[in-house]
């Protein structure tokens, strides 16, 4: 029997860099949740590995199928098992690549889960995080697909308080930003980690513990692609939207809203006003 999992786009509701390590790599504090506008992963069974891509973006994944994340998540979980990576892989790409919202990285924590049933694996929670950190610093956490604090250079990761139900928009400007570039790109001061106790309740209350955070690799971002101001003035224009920021290391925004109704309004309005922006709508995974 196949299995399908969803690969939600993972958001960055605050990102500060802390540090930086010895070997150049930055230190991070960040608030991380989901939302339910996701790619989808689907394993059937087959007697030799394969993979098709579909979707509004599977263009962007036109390389070699063996450097995608998904085939890469597949052929590892196989060798830790000792087995033959045999499966039909379809990876549905809705989610815009290289975007900041970690679509490679939850693919490739999708595929791993739904091998995992497929192919009946008798893994415990911490061997399937292993082998999801040996793919990339963001796969663990896209793997727990749940509000996490993330620290170090991503593999430290807590458990956050829960997240209120709350609205959400996501705007791209159609501009891939390769997230290493930006770090490099990055200058000024380290920042402060800006956790929080206390769980929010309600949308409200929730931008409310946000206010004393951002986004430290924002202005970065911007330089190389000015287009993201555009993209963050627009929705922070949008009636009801209480909060707007952006996600990773860009390009991709995203604005919080109380009411669902609200969230609809402003994508349908980014949509008619700016055609060429890939715009979503949808709630934050609780």
């Known amino acids: 029997m196949s299995q399908a999992v969803a690969a939600p786009a993972k958001l960055n509701l605050y990102l500060h860099v802390v540090?930086?390590?010895?070997?150049?790599?930055?230190?991070?504090?960040?608030?991380?949740?989901?939302?339910?506008?996701?790619?989808?992963?689907?394993?059937?069974?087959a007697d030799a590995l394969a993979l098709e891509i579909t979707g509004p973006f599977a263009a962007a994944l036109s390389g070699p199928k063996e450097e995608n994340l998904v085939w890469r998540a597949a052929t590892l979980l196989a060798r830790h098992l000792g087995r033959p990576p045999g499966a039909a892989l379809t990876l549905v790409k809705r989610l815009p690549v290289a975007s900041g919202i970690g679509g490679g990285s939850s693919d490739a924590a999708a595929t791993l889960r739904a091998l995992a049933a497929l192919w009946e694996a008798p893994l415990t929670p911490g061997t399937l995080a292993a082998i999801a950190a040996a793919l990339g610093a963001d796969v663990p956490v896209c793997l727990a697909a749940q509000a996490s604090w993330v620290g170090g250079i991503g593999e430290a990761i807590e458990r956050?308080?829960?997240?209120?139900?709350?609205?959400?928009?996501?705007?791209?400007?159609?501009?891939?930003?390769?997230?290493?570039a930006v770090f490099q790109r990055r200058a000024g001061p380290f920042s402060a980690p800006a956790r929080f106790a206390t769980a929010p309740h309600g949308a409200v209350a929730l931008v409310a513990c946000l206010a004393r955070s951002r986004n430290d690799l924002a202005p970065a971002a911007m330089a190389m692609v000015p287009a993201i101001r555009d993209v963050l003035a627009?929705?922070?224009?949008?009636?009801g939207a209480l909060l707007a920021r952006m996600s990773g290391s860009g390009a991709t925004c995203f604005a919080l809203y109380d009411r669902d109704v609200e969230a609809q309004a402003a994508a349908e309005r980014l949509r008619a006003a700016h055609p060429a922006w890939w715009v979503a709508a949808g709630r934050l995974l609780p």
């Not at 609205?167 to 159609?174: E, F, I, Y």
């Open 234 to 239: 627009a929705l922070a224009e949008t009636n």
């Open 160 to 180: 956050a308080p829960p997240l209120p139900p709350v609205a959400v928009v996501l705007a791209n400007p159609g501009v891939p930003l390769p997230t290493a």
């Open 19 to 45: 540090g930086r390590r010895p070997d150049g790599y930055h230190l991070l504090d960040s608030l991380v949740a989901f939302a339910d506008i996701a790619d989808t992963v689907e394993a059937a069974p």
